[in-house]
């Protein structure tokens, strides 16, 4: 039997292309610190913002109650680094001068923690994402990139309005359960990751798998991909390995073409 795409990938990948490690907190903080910040360029660049709404965090390496987050109304075209909080989950700002988005709290504590295995969770109110979600329904397995999430993403099915009360949090984070993603009824796209690279990947896979099937039921009947296949492909390019792979790329353009964001 073949080996799946991500296992020939990362066995012919060099230690250059393996994801860092570290032996001390301080180290991987920073380096945390900078693959969020880069992923909020990254939404900024592809024109995911919709004024102060979305965010992004990452749990500190080192205290797994902690978190990193955007502050409020700040461009995500011109967050940097030193603009970041770290926040707990009791919603206080233990690093930083901003404000904490109260949304962000709601639905980033709750997710947190549930999910002892997620280290970061991205959303925002993209365009495809948020027309999507007001049909109502999961994505079918159209094409090779939606069968990301084939079988590994929910509905959120009661929009309340503005996420402001942190059991509101908890009930998508029961809602989302193990998957990887959810579909929130009349508001957006929510991804998570075990690192920032795979939950801002997803997050921009699943809004561009979002914009394919609304386009393809625009223009006639598409044609899904058959249940196994769609379950084999799905190991191929729904997992962490290949997320954090596919998110490189994008992540070596953005810091190239904005140096600045790390000042």
Request: hydrophobic residues 40%; charged residues 25%; negative net charge.
């Amino acid at each position: 039997m073949n080996k799946p795409a991500y296992e020939v990938v990362m066995s012919k990948a060099n230690q250059s292309v393996e994801p860092e490690t570290f032996d001390n907190f301080e180290d991987e903080r920073l380096y945390v610190k900078k693959r969020l910040t880069a992923g909020f360029r990254l939404f900024g660049k592809l024109g995911f913002d919709e004024g102060s709404a979305g965010h992004i965090t990452v749990r500190d390496p080192e205290h797994s109650d902690r978190f990193w987050v955007n502050p409020f109304g700040v461009s995500f075209k011109q967050i940097k680094m030193s603009e970041l909080l770290l926040v707990n989950h009791d919603g206080e700002i233990l690093e930083g001068d901003g404000i904490l988005n109260a949304a962000a709290f709601a639905i980033h504590s709750g997710i947190h923690k549930a999910r002892p295995d997620v280290m970061a969770a991205a959303h925002s109110h993209s365009v495809y994402g948020k027309t999507w979600s007001s049909l109502g329904r999961k994505l079918d397995p159209l094409t090779q990139d939606s069968c990301a999430f084939y079988n590994d993403h929910v509905v959120f099915n009661d929009f309340t309005g503005v996420v402001l009360d942190p059991s509101e949090g908890k009930r998508i984070a029961k809602d989302l359960g193990q998957n990887k993603a959810a579909i929130l009824l009349n508001h957006g796209l929510l991804t998570v990751g075990t690192c920032v690279d795979t939950a801002v990947w997803w997050y921009i896979t699943m809004e561009r798998s979002c914009q394919a099937q609304l386009m393809a039921e625009a223009a006639g009947t598409p044609v899904f991909v058959r249940p196994d296949i769609a379950e084999i492909t799905y190991g191929d390019v729904g997992n962490e390995k290949i997320g954090w792979f596919n998110f490189k790329p994008l992540h070596d353009v953005i810091v190239a073409e904005q140096p600045d964001m790390f000042d």
